[in-house]
């Protein structure tokens, strides 16, 4: 009964969330998804998605070109971009690396 409750404070709480978030500009909502995913420590692949998709597009470059610069698979990196996939850690550190950016282990 109590998980149930939960659920449906949950929902109700997404569902405002969302509608307030229509109203908000690209910067805003580009914040609020920094900030939830730094709550949630699971969601590490979504992080790691939005780092690698965005620094690529800063850089100007196409999965394509990220393929041969890292020589990770095109596929790989779309799947890595999209949260679909978990790379392993050499890739991670070849795909970041190739990128120019670092990956931190901090203890709480």
């Known amino acids: 009964m109590i998980a149930f ?14 509608r307030r978030e ?3 500009d690209e910067a805003t909502k580009a914040q609020w998804v920094q900030i939830q995913l730094g709550l949630e420590p699971k969601r590490f692949k979504e992080v790691l998605a939005l780092a690698v998709a965005t620094r690529r597009k800063e850089l100007g470059l196409s999965q394509r070109d990220l393929s041969e610069i890292s020589g990770i698979n095109q596929r790989d990196i779309s799947h890595i ?3 679909k996939s978990n790379p392993t850690l050499s890739t991670q550190v070849k795909l970041l690396s190739s990128l120019g950016l670092t990956m931190q282990i901090l203890s709480k």
């Open 22 to 24: 229509l109203s908000w």
């Open 5 to 18: 409750m939960k659920s449906e404070q949950l929902a109700d709480f997404e569902a405002a969330m969302s």
């Open 81 to 83: 971009e999209q949260a």
